[in-house]
T-cell receptor, first 113, second 112 residues
Framework: LAKTTQPISMDSYEGQEVNITCSHN???????ITWYQQFPSQGPRFIIQGYKTKVTNEVASLFIPADRKSSTLSLPRVSLSDTAVYYCLVGVGISGGYNKLIFGAGTRLAVHP | NAGVTQTPKFRILKIGQSMTLQCTQDMNHNYMYWYRQDPGMGLKLIYYSVGAGITDKGEVPNGYNVSRSTTEDFPLRLELAAPSQTSVYFC???????????FGPGTRLTVL
């Protein structure tokens, strides 16, 4: 089981770039890295998924170094609406193991005016 | 396309009562999941299903049961409610393993 470690909380200001790093030292060869976002009183929402190097979509970028033991979610120019909890998940890929799918406590991002 | 829907939104149970949390998805997804989220914590997987007629335990299955008779529906059954089951319950679905999970709005359950 690839355990993930991420900061409990982060603070930022509107317009800044936010980088949230997740550590996953025991990641398996077939594991993907996935990030979800959760607003209060809502279910989580998929943000981005990657296997290696860099992935970018319309809302975020995901940087994964060659050893894949960590990953960094990058949110460009955050706004107040990006205030949420961000979860890093590992092990949701082709290797399966859904009985071990664990979200963890996530990182609480607070964006200030 | 409603996505994943859950009923009820809120429920208060007395200790020892039973209830079923309903979950329906209209995306023709094979995989469905039930999670619980305690205050300030992450989500924990209770049960999951990879298709109609197939279910398996997740991280915290004790006190719960599930069934999957159709692709669309994945109800979660609490037989003897306990205060420890006070939580927010989320249902989710995905096309297959490794694919994006779509979550419902959640059911807030209180057991007194």
């Amino acid at each position: 089981l690839a355990k993930t470690t991420q900061p409990i909380s982060m603070d930022s200001y509107e317009g800044q770039e936010v980088n949230i790093t997740c550590s996953h030292n025991n990641i398996a060869t077939n594991d993907y890295i996935t990030w979800y976002q959760q607003f209060p009183s809502q279910g989580p929402r998929f943000i981005i998924q990657g296997y290696k190097t860099k992935v970018t979509n319309e809302v975020a970028s995901l940087f994964i170094p060659a050893d894949r033991k960590s990953s960094t979610l990058s949110l460009p120019r955050v706004s107040l609406s990006d205030t949420a909890v961000y979860y890093c998940l590992v092990g949701v890929g082709i290797s399966g193991g859904y009985n071990k799918l664990i979200f963890g406590a996530g990182t609480r991002l607070a964006v200030h005016p | 396309n409603a996505g994943v829907t859950q009923t009820p939104k809120f429920r208060i149970l007395k200790i020892g009562q039973s209830m079923t949390l309903q979950c329906t998805q209209d995306m023709n997804h094979n995989y469905m999941y039930w999670y619980r989220q305690d205050p300030g914590m992450g989500l924990k997987l209770i049960y999951y299903s990879v298709g109609a007629g197939i279910t398996d335990k997740g991280e915290v299955p004790n006190g719960y049961n599930v069934s999957r008779s159709t692709t669309e529906d994945f109800p979660l059954r609490l037989e003897l409610a306990a205060p420890s089951q006070t939580s927010v319950y989320f249902c989710a679905s995905s096309y297959s393993q490794g694919y994006e999970q779509f979550f419902g709005p959640g059911t807030r359950l209180t057991v007194l």
